[in-house]
């Protein structure tokens, strides 16, 4: 059986924590900046952790379903 392979589309977009929680980059900061107040362009910049109901999909889709 052959094994499975890495979703390389992901991998490049997402972090997984030492706790198994699912770290990306926001949405919305690439351009057009200037129309949104300071507040959400420095909440933008922080991390976000994924919802736990999409977790166990990314993990299997990295190849790290077991962990």
Known sequence: MP???TH???KKRVRI???GKVRHR???TGH???GKSGNRCR???RPAVLKKAFT???KEAL???GS
């Open 43 to 45: 909440s933008l910049r």
């Open 26 to 28: 926001r949405s919305n």
């Open 17 to 19: 924590t030492a706790t």
């Open 32 to 34: 057009l900046m200037s």
């Open 63 to 65: 190849g790290k379903a």
């Open 3 to 5: 094994k499975m392979k």
């Open 56 to 58: 166990a999909r990314i």
């Open 8 to 10: 390389k589309g992901i």
